[in-house]
C-alpha cells in the first residue's frame, strides 16, 4: 500500500480522525482548520472535539498534499501540483471543473448521497409552510392576529414533479410519496424507474409535464445545461397555483421571470434555498414576496449532524479504495459535471 500525504480541511471528531488513521496507517495526516470555526470548535451550527491539529490552511499545503478532503479554494487548488484525488465535501462541484484548477489525471469525487436525509426534509417544510400558509400564520402571529386565511392544499392528491432523480431527489420523492402524492421523476439518463416514482422522463419532456404538476422540485446541480432551465416560458407553462422549491443551484431558475409569476399570482408560492444572485441582496424584491420562502443556501452543510457523519463516511471508504486500488464511489465526470454512474 503507496502511503500519501492527506490533507483534511473539515472538522473533525478526535474518533473520526483515529479511524482515518486506522484505515491509512503510515500515511501522513494534516487536519487544517476551516474558514468560518468560530472559538470552541463551533462549525456550521455544531461543536466538533476536534477543529485544530496543525493550525490554520496554509499555502505550502498546497505543494504538500497528495488527497485533498474538503472544499478549498479553487486558487489553492491551483498550485496543488502533487494533487491525485480531490474528495469535496459538498455535491456540487461545479467550481473545480474548469481546465486548469486540478492536476491532470487527478480524480474528483462528490459527497452525493450525504445530502439527501438533511435537504428533503428541508424542501418538505418549505412545502408545508406554503401549503398551509404557515409563513402568513406567523406574521399575523406577530401582530396578535386571531383569523382564518383561508383554504390551503395538500401533498396529499398533489401531483409532484421532482427535476433530478439523485439522492436528494430520491429522498424527497419517497416522502411525497408517503404522504399521497403522484411522483414525477425528471433524470438526466435512462434507467430503472425507482419504486417511488410513478413516472419517469427526461428533460425533453418537460413542456408536457409542467402544466399537470401541482409542485415543481429542482434538485439538479449547476452545470452548463441547467443554466436557466426554469425562465418566463417554463414559469408561464407551470400550472395556475403550483409551488416551485429550489435547492439545487440559483442560476437554474430566472430570478426576474420568478418574480413577475409570484406577484401577478400565477405560482402559488416559492421555497428557495439558493437564489440567483447569492447572498440575495436585502433591497431584491425577492425578499418582499408574501409567497416566497427562502432561506441562505443552508439546508445542507452541517445544520444536521447526520450529513457531517454521512460525509466522513463516504471519504472513508473512498481512501480505502484509493489506497487498494480500488474505483472510487462518486467520480465526478468533468463533462458532465455528474458522477459517474
Not at 505550502?60 to 474528495?87: H, M, P
Not at 431558475?253 to 400565477?266: F, P, R, S
Request: glycine share 12%; net charge neutral.
Amino acid at each position: 500500500m503507496e502511503q500519501k500525504r492527506i490533507l483534511i480541511t473539515i472538522p473533525l471528531e478526535s474518533r473520526h480522525g483515529e479511524m482515518l488513521r486506522q484505515i491509512a496507517p503510515g500515511c501522513e495526516f494534516r487536519f487544517r482548520a476551516p474558514e468560518g470555526v468560530s472559538s470552541g470548535g463551533v462549525f456550521g451550527g455544531q461543536r466538533f472535539s476536534q477543529v485544530l491539529d496543525d493550525g490554520p490552511l496554509r499555502e505550502e499545503d498546497a505543494g504538500w498534499a497528495q488527497i485533498i478532503f474538503g472544499n478549498v479554494e479553487t486558487e489553492f487548488v491551483k498550485k496543488a501540483s502533487n494533487l491525485c484525488w480531490l474528495q469535496t465535501n459538498s455535491a456540487g462541484v461545479e467550481s473545480y471543473l474548469a481546465p486548469g484548477v486540478l492536476p491532470e489525471n487527478a480524480l474528483l469525487t462528490n459527497a452525493s448521497g450525504a445530502y439527501g436525509l438533511a435537504i428533503s426534509e428541508h424542501m418538505l417544510g418549505m412545502l408545508l409552510e406554503l401549503q398551509k400558509k404557515l409563513h402568513l400564520y406567523r406574521e399575523a402571529q406577530k401582530r396578535g392576529e386571531w383569523s382564518s386565511l383561508g383554504a390551503v392544499t395538500s401533498v396529499w392528491g398533489s401531483t409532484v414533479l421532482i427535476l433530478g432523480m439523485g439522492d436528494i431527489g430520491g429522498e424527497f420523492g419517497r416522502r411525497c410519496k408517503a404522504l399521497g402524492a403522484y411522483v414525477i421523476g425528471v433524470r438526466r439518463t435512462k434507467r430503472l424507474k425507482p419504486d417511488y416514482a410513478d413516472e419517469v422522463h427526461s428533460l425533453e419532456r418537460l413542456s408536457k409535464l409542467l402544466p399537470r404538476s401541482d409542485v415543481v422540485a429542482i434538485t439538479l446541480p449547476g452545470t452548463r445545461d441547467t443554466r436557466n432551465l426554469i425562465g418566463k416560458e417554463q414559469l408561464s407553462q407551470m400550472k395556475p397555483g403550483a409551488v416551485l422549491l429550489n435547492v439545487g443551484r440559483g442560476f437554474i431558475v430566472d430570478t426576474d421571470a420568478l418574480c413577475e409569476a409570484l406577484k401577478d399570482g400565477h405560482l402559488g408560492g416559492a421555497g428557495l434555498d439558493v437564489t440567483e444572485p447569492e447572498p440575495l441582496p436585502p433591497e431584491h424584491p425577492l425578499w418582499q414576496m408574501e409567497n416566497a420562502v427562502i432561506t441562505p443556501h443552508i439546508s445542507g452543510f452541517y445544520h444536521l449532524r447526520e450529513t457531517h457523519e454521512r460525509i466522513v463516511g463516504i471519504f472513508a471508504e473512498n481512501l480505502g479504495r484509493f489506497l487498494r486500488g480500488e474505483p472510487l464511489k462518486n467520480r465526478v465526470d468533468f463533462t458532465t459535471g455528474y458522477r459517474s454512474l
